[in-house]
């Protein structure tokens, strides 16, 4: 899978912004995330999310999944290999 890992700080909840290039691996991160840490919902700016360890954004060619610490991410590059 192609992705790219960015370290800023977007929402006060998450350390990590995973920016996912293909849409079809993006929706398959989203499946395990979702049967690895649950449910979440499309995350607004500085909104509170039901999910402690994720959300997502899905705008026009973008498609990014935020993660809450290094636990989460460290899963993420098992999964998923490191990024570009």
């Given amino acids: 899978m192609k992705y790219t890992l960015e370290d800023a700080l977007p929402n006060k909840y998450f350390n990590y912004i995973v920016d996912i290039v293909q849409v079809l691996d993006f929706h398959n991160a989203r499946k395990w995330m979702s049967e690895t840490y649950g449910y979440t919902e499309d995350l ?4 509170h999310n ?3 360890h994720w ?3 899905i705008n ?3 498609h990014k999944i935020y ?3 290094n636990e989460e991410l460290s899963w993420f590059k098992i999964k998923y290999g490191n990024p570009l």
């Fill in 55 to 57: 959300a997502f954004t």
């Fill in 44 to 47: 607004k700016k500085d909104q």
């Fill in 50 to 52: 039901t999910n402690l």
């Fill in 67 to 69: 993660l809450r610490g």
């Fill in 60 to 62: 026009w060619r973008n």
